[in-house]
Nanobody, 122 residues
Framework: QVQLVESGGGLVQAGGSLRLSCAAS????????MGWFRQAPGKEREFVAA??????YYADSVKGRFTISRDNAKNILYLLMNRLQPEDTAVYYC?????????????????WGQGTQVTVSS
């Protein structure tokens, strides 16, 4: 069982930056693939970024602006978001994948955090 708690969201102007954190419980954090997803009002939850082993994966819409990383010693997942735009406004969720599968698909992930709101003003 893994519990995930996101933090770091907030209100930022377009062009600004935020760093989201996702603190995970449990002693097996390093064995999970981890992902970030987001959901804007009236839209489906969408893939943002994932990290598995030493590899990282990004949605085209955030590639070059966002960076996913993890600190396995601290059981924390990060998402550094630069050059934020109003269309990045959403609730951001972290998720843990225990068994493997497509990292861009919500159904792959077994555990989810409660989400943190990111609002980008124009």
């Amino acid at each position: 069982q893994v519990q995930l708690v996101e933090s770091g969201g907030g209100l930022v102007q377009a062009g600004g930056s935020l760093r989201l954190s996702c603190a995970a419980s449990g002693r097996t954090f390093s064995t999970y693939a981890m992902g970030w997803f987001r959901q804007a009002p009236g839209k489906e939850r969408e893939f943002v970024a994932a990290i598995k082993g030493g590899s990282t994966y990004y949605a085209d819409s955030v590639k070059g602006r966002f960076t996913i990383s993890r600190d396995n010693a601290k059981n924390i997942l990060y998402l550094l978001m630069n050059r934020l735009q109003p269309e990045d406004t959403a609730v951001y969720y972290c998720a843990a994948d225990r068994f493997g599968g497509s990292l861009v698909t919500t159904s792959t992930y077994n555990y989810w955090g409660q989400g943190t709101q990111v609002t980008v003003s124009s």
